[in-house]
């Protein structure tokens, strides 16, 4: 009884790594070409540092939003003290 | 009997050897760090933002909070029974939703501007319409086992549930059924992130493991370790090839889908607090991350390093969120307040 909800519970563990091993495909389309997985972390640290640098100049939080620019800035007028 | 365990031994056997095999492989990709990757990137010096408002109406503990799509609205969500949905930019209340349950944990507004999500302790998700002439109860998503703990809208017809009863869930809206169950985790699911082209979304439990899922097919394709906590939260990086990740274990991590492991370890000997909810700028380039110590610190998400903080909160930063534009961080607490930060 429960030593067949231990071997159910095994076989469903075995089938999950072997998924993520990347033996069993389900499809035929790949999130990531299999020749190339696990991509080497160079690789992918380079691909994510070009990443920043390419939107670095449209990130407003980066570069600072201009005072007249800025949608959150109190709308208050100016008093002359 | 002898059969059966010959079996147990046989799978056990098949279990190790596929786990070694996909260690193995992580470790022939892992040829040289991240931080030192990008030693030679430019730092981006101290990031000090300043705080623009503080939005008041909440009378008990905010628990979340998620911008609408046009990057000027934004919903919040208390236990005070309250669903608040806010104008950004004047500080005014639009809307006001009473909650069945008192007990909410997660909020979401659709793609569309239409419709907001909430759910709880209460295990249900509800979904109201906030374009009706008075908010309107939608659907009741009545299935999950345990509470809602995130809920995220693919659409005005799709949505994504995480449960502390362990599992994931696809919802129809049309018909208020589940589509699909996403089952891998052994401890409640806390936060769910969906990947920018919505074909897949992450999830993090307090299994310490964040999972990669496909939203079509229901499967789990990729499994995440490292943390030693509950990961409370869960983010994607802006070009959709890696994963930020927060946890109760005090420190927020980076995991590369590709290269299949975590790349980068976000953490400060002086910060002893759990992190209990982060957001991205919209180069990918800084992670505001909500801490257990009353603040949101900055980190730098390519040289690990902690470049600002953003200081004013009373009590726990429960969440965070950075609208599409990018162009501010908001942050709620358990003090009852919103703050805007740019």
Same mark, same amino acid.
């Given at each position: 009884?429960?030593?067949?909800?231990?071997?159910?519970?095994?076989?469903?563990?075995?089938?999950?790594?072997?998924?993520?091993?990347?033996?069993?495909?389900?499809?035929?389309?790949?999130?990531?070409?299999? @020749?190339?997985?696990?991509?080497?972390?160079?690789?992918?640290?380079?691909? @994510?540092?070009?990443?920043? %640098?390419?939107?670095?100049?449209?990130?407003? @939080? @980066?570069?600072?939003?201009?005072?007249?620019?800025?949608?959150?800035? %109190?709308?208050?007028?100016?008093?002359?003290? | 009997?002898?059969? $059966?365990?010959?079996?147990?031994?046989?799978?056990?056997? =098949?279990? #190790?050897?596929?786990?070694?095999?996909? $260690? /193995?492989?992580?470790?022939?990709?892992?040829?040289?760090?991240?931080?030192?990757?990008?030693?030679?990137? /430019?730092? +981006? &010096?101290?990031?000090?933002?300043?705080?623009?408002?503080n939005l008041k109406g909440h009378l008990a503990k905010i628990y979340a909070m998620h911008? !609408?799509?046009?990057?000027? *609205?934004m919903v919040s969500a208390s236990q005070d029974g309250k669903l608040l949905v806010w104008?950004t930019?004047?500080g005014n209340k639009l809307v006001a939703v009473p909650l069945k349950s008192a007990w909410v944990m997660s909020v979401d507004f659709?793609?569309?501007?239409?419709?907001v999500a909430s759910g709880g302790l209460d295990?249900i998700c509800t +979904?109201y319409?906030i374009?009706?002439?008075s908010p309107?109860t939608?659907?009741?998503?009545?299935?999950?086992?345990?509470y809602l703990s995130?809920c995220?809208?693919?659409?005005?017809?799709?949505?994504?549930?995480?449960?502390?009863?362990?599992?994931?869930?696809?919802?129809?809206? =049309?018909?208020?059924?589940?589509?699909?169950?996403?089952?891998?985790?052994?401890?409640?699911?806390?936060?769910?992130?969906?990947?920018? #082209?919505?074909?897949?979304?992450?999830? &993090?439990?307090?299994? !310490?493991?964040?999972?990669?899922?496909?939203?079509? $097919?229901?499967?789990?394709?990729?499994?995440?370790?490292?943390?030693? !906590?509950?990961?409370?939260?869960? /983010?994607?990086?802006?070009?959709?090839?890696?994963?930020?990740?927060?946890?109760?274990?005090? *420190?927020?991590?980076?995991? #590369?889908?590709?290269?299949?492991?975590?790349?980068?370890?976000?953490?400060?000997? !002086?910060?002893?607090?759990? +992190?209990t909810s982060?957001?991205?700028?919209?180069?990918?380039?800084?992670?505001?991350?909500g801490?257990?110590?009353?603040?949101?610190?900055?980190?730098?998400?390519?040289?690990? =390093?902690? +470049?600002?903080?953003? *200081?004013?909160h009373d009590n726990r930063v429960s969440c965070?969120g950075?609208? =599409?534009?990018?162009?501010?961080?908001c942050t709620g607490s358990w003090d009852s307040f919103l703050k805007?930060?740019?």
């Open positions: 009884m429960s030593t067949n909800n231990n071997i159910a519970q095994a076989r469903k563990l075995v089938e999950q790594l072997r998924i993520e091993a990347g033996i069993e495909r389900i499809k035929v389309k790949q999130y990531f070409s299999s @020749l190339f997985f696990p991509l080497l972390v160079s690789k992918a640290a380079a691909d @994510l540092m070009s990443y920043c %640098d390419q939107h670095a100049r449209s990130d407003p @939080l @980066l570069v600072g939003v201009p005072t007249s620019e800025n949608p959150f800035k %109190d709308k208050k007028p100016c008093i002359i003290l | 009997m002898a059969a $059966e365990k010959a079996e147990m031994d046989a799978l056990k056997k =098949e279990c #190790d050897a596929l786990r070694t095999q996909i $260690e /193995a492989a992580r470790k022939a990709a892992n040829d040289g760090s991240m931080s030192a990757a990008a030693g030679g990137v /430019a730092s +981006v &010096g101290r990031v000090q933002l300043k705080l623009r408002k911008w !609408s799509a046009d990057s000027r *609205s104008d930019f004047t659709a793609p569309s501007g239409n419709l295990n +979904v319409n374009k009706a002439a309107k939608l659907r009741e998503l009545d299935a999950h086992t345990g995130c995220r809208f693919l659409s005005d017809s799709e949505i994504l549930t995480a449960s502390g009863d362990t599992t994931c869930c696809l919802w129809d809206l =049309e018909t208020g059924k589940q589509k699909i169950i996403f089952t891998n985790h052994i401890g409640d699911c806390m936060s769910l992130a969906l990947s920018p #082209d919505m074909n897949y979304f992450i999830s &993090g439990a307090c299994d !310490s493991l964040a999972k990669l899922w496909d939203v079509r $097919e229901g499967a789990c394709k990729q499994t995440f370790s490292g943390h030693t !906590s509950d990961i409370n939260a869960i /983010a994607f990086f802006p070009s959709g090839n890696a994963v930020i990740t927060g946890s109760d274990d005090c *420190s927020c991590k980076m995991y #590369d889908l590709r290269a299949d492991q975590e790349v980068l370890d976000y953490t400060d000997s !002086s910060l002893n607090a759990g +992190v982060l957001a991205l700028s919209n180069s990918g380039r800084l992670i505001f991350a801490y257990d110590d009353f603040n949101c610190h900055i980190w730098d998400s390519l040289k690990g =390093e902690k +470049v600002g903080v953003l *200081s004013g965070t950075v609208p =599409e534009d990018g162009m501010g961080v805007l930060w740019n």
